[in-house]
Each structure stands twice: as C-alpha cells, then as structure tokens.
T-cell receptor, first 114, second 113 residues
C-alpha cells in the first residue's frame, strides 16, 4: 500500500513568487496536515484539512493557504514568498480525528527561496 | 512559546549501549505523547507512543517513560544499533482537543561502532 506522497521533492523559487506543494494521503485517510520544518526548529503545525474543509490552522500568515480535493489530496500554496519560507514542508495523513494518536508523514518537499 | 522541548540537539552513543533521549513539556493538558524517528530525505516515522494514564510503554528495544509530575518523558533504546542513527522528535497532543501534534525541536542521535 502506498504511503503519503508529496511532490515535488525539491522546489526553488524566487522571493515574491508563489509556490504550490502537493500531497496525496494514504488510501482511506480523510485528514491531511501540513507542517513546516525550518532549519534548527521542530515541526511547526501549519494547516489541517478534513473532508474538504480547513479545520484548523497554526500561527502562520494568511499567505499560507491550501485546499483539499474530493479525493482527499491536498495542495499547500505559499504566496509572496519570503526568504524565511525556505524549509522542509511535510504532509501527514490520518483517519478522521486520529491525528492526535496516529499520523503518517510523507517524505517532504524542500522549498528554497532565493 | 515552545510547549514541547528537547534540550539536547545531539547525542552520541556507542553501539550496544543505552541511548536516552529526553523531552519536556509545559502544557499540563497534553495526554498523549509520541516519538518519531526521521532519516535524512525521509519523512518522520512513528516509533512509539504513550498515554498519560501510563508511565511506561515498551516495544522491543524501545521504551518510553512518562513522568507527569515533572512533565517529562524519555525514550530509551537498548541496545543501540547503528541503524538507530537518526533525528528523534517527541510530540504531544490532547486526545480530545484540536487535531494536531506539537513537536519538539528534535535530537540527532549518532550511534558509533
């Protein structure tokens, strides 16, 4: 069974541009979570989508947004990129409301803003 | 406000010895704790977890201890093997709360042959 898959693996963008990151959850999982891991920091919670709706967001500015599609895959969009947005972006999925006890992560997208 | 803290950025242990990774938390509402392991270029993988109703959980070479009064948990790996070299993250959650895990900064464990 396929795990959580993310694309692209690496992404290089210029400051001010927009980045789109994609995530496909494990089959049967309806919840998708996005985390940011900046250099030297732990994983910071970004967004939670469940059943197509945004359910919760972390302490990030509105230029971080996303959506979840009917097949439960998800996109994370980062607008007006800043240098400090350079980080590893991780997507995780779980069954509905089971993130707190069980979540599976993808390999991440390494975003570099130059 | 760092609610989950791993104060040791790195730890080096000899193969065959015990590795002890520590984690402290500040939010007394946390009632579920997890350890994840992360290799370079891979996502974190779940290792072991513990509910606040327990003070110990064991799975093979891995044991997690929880001291609620001290708001402290630790992961013991015995015996340590070279394949255990990775970054270890502890995470905490509130089971009936918002669906999110709060992570520590991670500890890089290196097992020396």
């Amino acid at each position: 069974e396929a795990g959580v898959t993310q694309s692209p693996t690496h992404l290089i963008k210029t400051r001010g541009q927009q980045a789109t990151l994609r995530c496909s959850p494990i089959s049967g999982h309806t919840s998708v979570y996005w985390y940011q891991q900046a250099l030297g920091l732990g994983l910071q919670f970004l967004l939670w989508y469940d059943e197509g709706e945004e359910r919760n967001r972390g302490n990030f500015p509105p230029r971080f947004s996303g959506r979840q599609f009917p097949n439960y895959s998800s996109e994370l969009n980062v607008n007006a990129l800043e240098l400090e947005d350079s980080a590893l972006y991780l997507c995780a999925s779980s069954f509905h409301t089971q993130m707190n006890t069980e979540a599976f992560f993808g390999q991440g997208t390494r975003l570099t803003v130059v | 406000d760092q609610q989950v803290k791993q104060n040791s950025p790195s730890l080096s242990v000899q193969e065959g010895r015990i590795s002890i990774l520590n984690c402290d938390y500040t939010n007394s509402m946390f009632d579920y704790f997890l350890w994840y392991k992360k290799y370079p270029a891979e996502g974190p993988t779940f290792l072991i977890s513990i509910s606040s109703i327990k003070d110990k959980n064991e799975d093979g070479r891995f044991t997690v201890f929880l001291n609620k009064s001290a708001k402290h948990l630790s992961l013991h790996i015995v015996p340590s093997q070279p394949g255990d070299s990775a970054v270890y993250f502890c995470a905490a959650s509130i089971i009936q709360g918002a669906q999110k895990l709060v992570f520590g900064q991670g500890t890089r464990l290196t097992i020396n042959p």
